[in-house]
Antibody
Framework: EVQLVESGGGLVQPGGSLRLSCAAS????????MNWVRQAPGKGLEWVSY????????YYADSVKGRFTISRDNAKNSLYLQMNSLRAEDTAVYYC?????????????????WGQGTLVTVSS | QSVLTQPPSVSGAPGQRVTISCTGS?????????VHWYQQLPGTAPKLLIY???NRPSGVPDRISGSKSGTSASLAITGLQAEDEANYYC???????????FGGGTKLTVL
């Protein structure tokens, strides 16, 4: 059974840092790209960052570029998100999601399994 | 606001059919990027409902279907059940933003 378990969320002051982790099990982690997606309280979903299976390709949403760093350790079946210079608008539940490459008219990706999420609150 | 536009809410009585639209532009759905749909029950993580415009993962009932035309896509649910009450999100890729985009979400209420 595919399982994704996030951890590391909590309350942090504006300007502070936090490192999220996502522990994967039930599949060959090193074969899959992964993403972080967040959801502000009462709001919709927002894509945050992508990392390929070998870490060779990484993308960020403009809203977090330069402040967040995605990484992974395939030996530990783990995905990470280092969040620096946090702002109030970064307050959200952060989900890690397994990513599937889809060969439609154009190459695209979808997220087939999601973790339960970890809440990050940025407030003084 | 979201790059993909969804109605904030839809509703229907048990047994009825409802549709949820997802409107994009020439840089995402209209460019040829497929649309994927997720269901989010209250207090839970999103769950994949439809991938590649029309395909259902195993376990998703066939009363749920998807379609795509031009710059828009739709999710249809027939034979509405109380358990369908949830938020639904469409997702695609946007070449102008170089990233994955979601609709703002649609709350489905079963009357």
């Amino acid at each position: 059974e595919v399982q994704l378990v996030e951890s590391g969320g909590g309350l942090v002051q504006p300007g502070g840092s936090l490192r999220l982790s996502c522990a994967a099990s039930g599949f060959t982690f090193s074969s899959y790209s992964m993403n972080w997606v967040r959801q502000a309280p009462g709001k919709g979903l927002e894509w945050v960052s992508y990392i390929s299976s070998s870490s060779s390709t990484i993308y960020y949403a403009d809203s977090v570029k330069g402040r967040f760093t995605i990484s992974r350790d395939n030996a530990k079946n783990s995905l990470y998100l280092q969040m620096n210079s946090l702002r109030a608008e970064d307050t959200a539940v952060y989900y890690c999601a397994r990513t599937i490459l889809w060969f439609g008219e154009l190459l695209s990706y979808y997220f087939d399994y999601w973790g339960q999420g970890t809440l990050v609150t940025v407030s003084s | 606001q979201s790059v993909l536009t969804q109605p904030p809410s839809v509703s229907g009585a048990p047994g009825q059919r409802v549709t949820i639209s997802c409107t994009g532009s020439s840089s995402n759905i209209g460019a040829g990027y497929d649309v994927h749909w997720y269901q989010q029950l209250p207090g839970t993580a999103p769950k994949l409902l439809i991938y590649g415009n029309i395909n259902r993962p195993s376990g998703v009932p066939d009363r749920i279907s998807g379609s795509k035309s031009g710059t828009s896509a739709s999710l249809a649910i027939t034979g509405l059940q109380a358990e369908d009450e949830a938020n639904y999100y469409c997702q695609s890729y946007d070449s102008s933003l170089s990233g994955w985009v979601f609709g703002g979400g649609t709350k489905l209420t079963v009357l």
